[in-house]
């Protein structure tokens, strides 16, 4: 069952601009990681979150993590066409040796 | 540095036709490899893992199968390939420890005919 949901599902943003991108989960986790995927390729890790951690800070991303809510969000400032892609959060839960990936957003930036 | 490499990056097969897909892994050892189908447009569905040479999980039961025949290598495999078998299909790789991303190759693209 998909443990992740991510929400907008979509997203069409300005060069410039900040895109948010929020994921709620259902179950306790180790870690929360964030993925990137351009279209028709493989997916590229973008930043990891403990379960102990509430913020971390990756070059222009900021994600943030409330397991009390069990959600996380992802924030990309000053975005670029280049940031055009689907973004994923997936949860490694404890126990398992997998992760379990929502459905995603698909994040536009136009120039 | 570790690389992964997956073959081929598409395929057309008609419906009752035989497949295998083949990732492979260079610069680690003992990796946790897997495999998922990615529908257009949708969220990755885990198929398999495996955390050593023979071992396999498999989360969704259907016409597929997989093998773990050495270390940094993992095959998805089916006997009689269905229509709903379309897809996108990745394979992955990671440290065999918590907290440890995994790393994707660029993918099969299946079409059944």
């Known amino acids: 069952s998909q443990q992740g949901e991510e929400d907008p599902q979509a997203l069409s943003i300005q060069e410039g601009e900040n895109a948010t991108m929020n994921c709620s989960y259902k179950t306790s986790i180790n870690n929360l990681q964030w993925y990137r995927q351009n279209s028709g390729r493989g997916l590229v890790h973008l930043i990891l979150?403990?379960?102990?951690?509430r913020e971390k800070h990756s070059g222009r991303l900021r994600v943030t993590l409330d397991t009390s809510k069990k959600s996380s969000s992802l924030l990309i400032t000053a975005s670029r066409a280049a940031d055009t892609a689907s973004y994923f959060c997936?949860?490694?839960?404890?126990?398992?040796?997998?992760?379990?990936f929502g459905t995603g957003t698909r994040l536009q930036v136009f120039p | 540095s570790q690389t992964i490499h997956q073959w081929p990056a598409t395929l057309v097969q008609p419906v009752g036709s035989p497949l295998s897909l083949e990732c492979t892994v260079e610069?680690?050892?003992?990796?946790?490899l897997y495999w998922y189908r990615q529908a257009a447009g949708r969220g990755l569905q885990l198929l398999f893992y495996?955390?050593?040479?023979?071992?396999i999980s498999s989360e969704v039961p259907q016409n597929l199968s997989a093998s773990r025949p050495q270390d940094r290598q993992f095959i998805l495999s089916s006997k009689k390939l269905l229509l709903s078998d379309s897809g996108f299909y990745l394979c992955?790789?990671?440290?065999?420890?918590?907290?440890?991303?995994?790393?994707f190759g660029d993918g099969t693209r299946l079409s059944i005919l």
């Open positions: 610069g680690t050892s003992n990796p946790n």
């Open positions: 997936a949860t490694d839960t404890l126990g398992a040796d997998k992760l379990i």
């Open positions: 979150i403990r379960s102990n951690e």
């Open positions: 992955a790789w990671s440290v065999r420890q918590h907290y440890q991303p995994q790393h």
């Open positions: 495996s955390v050593g040479i023979g071992q």
